[in-house]
C-alpha cells in the first residue's frame, strides 16, 4: 500500500507521541503562606503518551503530611492549615507506557520563632567557676536573637555563630528574645551561684505584670550572694498598699485598686552591700459611667446634646439607648467619645437616655432624663362656639399633646366666647 508523505508525517508524529514520556509542569512553582494557612499546587500535562497517572511524593519518597490531600484525578495538591514541618519539597510524578517525568513545587511557612536554650537550667556553679548558655532560635523569616538579663533593659554581648547564641554568665535570671516579622518568643535561663563571699544580686520572678482590679498579686524575688541577704519591698514614690504581707521574698497584695499600679522595688542586703530588683504592675479597672448632665429641661426645635464619660482601662467603648424603646429618636447621632447629639428637638423626643460603657474588664451605666415641654400657639381671632347643649359639657382649652389640659364647663343652652391673641 502506498502512503502519501502527508500520511506519513502524520503516522510519525502520532508514533512520536505514544512513545513519549509525560510532560509536566508545576503551578505555583513556589508558594510562601503563614502558619495555618492553606495552600494548593496543580500539576499540569503538557503532552505525552495517553494515559498519564499523576501522584504527589514529599522528597526521598516521604508520604504526604496528614494534612495533605489530593483531587480525584491526583493533579491537585492541597495543605491545610499549614504548620513548619510542612515546609519543603513536593513532587508530582507523572506516568505513562513510555516512563515517567518529574515537576518539583517548593513550600515556605513563615511562623513565629522557636526558642531551645542549652543547658535549660536552672543552673548553680560554684563562685569563679565558668559557664555558659547557648540559645538556638528556628523561625521564617530568619529570627534575630538578644540576650538581656533580668531586670536590666540593656542588651548583653554574645558570641554568635551558626544561628546559635552563646552568652558567659555570671549570676541572675537571663532572657534570650528571639524576633522575626511573625512574633517574638523569649526562654528564660536561672544561674545561681553557690559558695564564696559577695555582694548580693537580685532579680524578680515578673518584670512586668497587669492584673484586674480586685485580684491577688504574688510577687516573687531571689538574691544571690553571702552572706545570704536580707530581702524587703518597697513602692517607688508611695507606701506599700496596707493588704500586703511579705514572707521570705514573697510580696503578697489583697484586692489589689487602681491606685496600687506602679513600680515595686525589691531589695537585697548583706553586709557587701545591695542589689535592687524591679517589677512594673498595672492595675485595670472596669468603667464607671456618669451622664452630663443628668437632666435637661428643653423646648422643641433646642438642640440637645449629652456627654457620657467613664473612669477606667481604656479603651473604653460608649452605646446609647433610650428606655423602652427599640431604638434612639430618628436625628439622633452617637460619637466614638460617648456624645448624643439631636439638632432639633420633637415633644416626642422626651424620655430616658441610657449610656453603657464597656472595656475588656466590664461595663457601667449611666442614665439622663430628657424633658421638653411647648407652648402652645394660636393664630389670634375671635371665636363663638353656641351648640346646643342638652348637659354639662366640658371643652378642654389646651390640646391633649401638651399634657396640660384644663376644662371649661358650660351649664345648657349658655354659649361661649374667647379671644386667641
Known amino acids: 500500500m502506498d502512503l502519501s508523505p502527508g500520511a506519513l508525517i502524520l503516522c510519525s508524529l502520532l508514533c512520536a507521541v505514544a512513545g513519549q514520556a509525560p510532560v509536566i509542569y508545576v503551578e505555583p512553582k513556589a508558594a510562601t503562606v503563614r502558619h495555618g494557612e492553606s495552600v494548593s499546587f496543580r500539576c499540569q500535562v503538557g503532552g505525552g503518551a495517553q494515559p498519564v497517572q499523576l501522584e504527589w511524593r514529599r522528597t526521598s519518597n516521604q508520604a504526604l503530611p496528614d494534612n495533605a490531600k489530593t483531587g480525584p484525578d491526583g493533579s491537585v495538591l492541597t495543605i491545610a492549615n499549614s504548620r513548619p514541618a510542612n515546609q519543603g519539597q513536593y513532587r508530582c510524578v507523572a506516568s505513562n507506557s513510555a516512563g515517567r517525568s518529574i515537576a518539583t513545587a517548593v513550600l515556605n511557612v513563615k511562623h513565629a520563632p522557636k526558642v531551645r536554650l542549652t543547658p535549660a537550667g536552672p543552673l548553680r556553679v560554684r563562685i569563679g567557676a565558668p559557664v555558659s548558655v547557648e540559645c538556638r532560635a528556628t523561625g521564617r523569616p530568619h529570627p534575630t536573637l538578644k540576650w538581656t538579663r533580668q531586670g536590666s533593659t540593656l542588651q548583653l554581648v554574645t558570641m554568635e555563630a551558626n544561628d546559635v547564641n552563646t552568652i558567659q554568665v555570671e549570676y541572675g535570671f537571663y532572657i534570650c528574645q528571639a524576633e522575626n516579622n511573625e512574633g517574638t518568643t523569649v526562654a528564660k535561663v536561672d544561674i545561681v551561684v553557690e559558695g564564696g563571699a559577695g555582694a548580693p544580686v537580685a532579680a524578680v520572678s515578673n518584670t512586668e505584670m497587669t492584673v484586674v482590679e480586685g485580684q491577688s498579686v504574688t510577687m516573687e524575688c531571689q538574691a544571690s550572694g553571702s552572706p545570704p541577704p536580707v530581702i524587703t519591698w518597697s513602692k517607688l514614690r508611695a507606701p506599700l498598699p496596707w493588704k500586703h504581707t511579705m514572707v521570705g521574698g514573697v510580696l503578697t497584695l489583697t484586692s489589689v485598686g487602681r491606685q496600687d499600679s506602679g513600680q515595686y522595688i525589691c531589695n537585697a542586703t548583706n553586709i557587701h552591700g545591695y542589689s535592687e530588683a524591679y517589677t512594673q504592675m ?140
Request: glycine residues 6%; aromatic residues 8%; hydrophobic residues 35%.
Open 282 to 421: 498595672e492595675v485595670d479597672t472596669p468603667p464607671y459611667a456618669t451622664c452630663l448632665p443628668e437632666q435637661v429641661r428643653l423646648q422643641p426645635g433646642n438642640s440637645l446634646r449629652l456627654q457620657c464619660l467613664a473612669h477606667g482601662s481604656h479603651p473604653i467603648q460608649f452605646v446609647w439607648s433610650r428606655a423602652g424603646r427599640a431604638s434612639l429618636p430618628a436625628g439622633a447621632e452617637t460619637t466614638k467619645d460617648g456624645r448624643l447629639q439631636i439638632a432639633h428637638v420633637k415633644l416626642s423626643d422626651s424620655g430616658t437616655y441610657k449610656c453603657v460603657a464597656t472595656n475588656h474588664v466590664g461595663t457601667s451605666e449611666a442614665t439622663a432624663k430628657v424633658i421638653i415641654k411647648g407652648e402652645i400657639a394660636f393664630k389670634s381671632g375671635l371665636f363663638k362656639i353656641h351648640p346646643k347643649i342638652t348637659e354639662r359639657t366640658a371643652f378642654p382649652l389646651f390640646p391633649e399633646s401638651t399634657n396640660l389640659v384644663p376644662s371649661l364647663f358650660l351649664q345648657q343652652l349658655n354659649s361661649l366666647w374667647f379671644q386667641c391673641y
